[in-house]
C-alpha cells in the first residue's frame, strides 16, 4: 500500500506496515514447501518537502508437521521503498524488516 504523491510543499504519506502471521499452512506425508513474504508499502513522494516514511515488513511463520518426509519453509520479507523527491527536500530512511521461522 503505497502513498501516493502530494501538492507542493506537502510531507508524502508513510507506506503502510504488512504483517504476516501464519499466512500459509501444508501438511502432507511427501514433501511440503511452505513460503510467505512480507512487503511494507512505499512511502508517497514529495515536492519541496519530505518524501514519506518506508513502511514495515513483518513475516512470522511457524509450522509443525511431524508427519512430512521433508519441510521446506521460508519466512520472508522485502524492504520497501521511501518515497521520491521531485525537489530539494529531506528523505527519510526505510523500515526494517523482519522474518522469523
Given at each position: 500500500?503505497?502513498?501516493?504523491?502530494?501538492?507542493?510543499?506537502?510531507?508524502?504519506?508513510?507506506?503502510?506496515?504488512?504483517?504476516?502471521t501464519?499466512?500459509?499452512?501444508?501438511?502432507?506425508?511427501?514433501?511440503?514447501?511452505?513460503?510467505?513474504?512480507?512487503?511494507?508499502?512505499?512511502?508517497?513522494?514529495?515536492?519541496?518537502?519530505?518524501?514519506?516514511?518506508a513502511?514495515?515488513?513483518?513475516?512470522?511463520?511457524?509450522?509443525?508437521?511431524?508427519?512430512?518426509?521433508?519441510?521446506?519453509?521460508?519466512?520472508?520479507?522485502?524492504?520497501?521503498?521511501?518515497?521520491?523527491?521531485?525537489?530539494?527536500?529531506?528523505?527519510?530512511?526505510?523500515?526494517?524488516?523482519?522474518?522469523?521461522?
Amino acid at each position: 500500500m503505497q502513498s501516493y504523491y502530494n501538492n507542493e510543499g506537502t510531507n508524502g504519506g508513510a507506506g503502510a506496515t504488512v504483517t504476516l502471521t501464519n499466512a500459509v499452512a501444508g501438511h502432507t506425508m511427501g514433501s511440503l514447501a511452505l513460503r510467505q513474504s512480507a512487503t511494507g508499502g512505499a512511502g508517497g513522494d514529495a515536492v519541496r518537502a519530505a518524501a514519506g516514511a518506508a513502511g514495515r515488513g513483518i513475516s512470522k511463520l511457524t509450522v509443525a508437521d511431524t508427519a512430512a518426509a521433508s519441510l521446506d519453509v521460508t519466512a520472508g520479507v522485502t524492504a520497501s521503498a521511501v518515497g521520491d523527491l521531485a525537489s530539494t527536500s529531506s528523505r527519510r530512511a526505510g523500515q526494517r524488516a523482519t522474518a522469523s521461522g
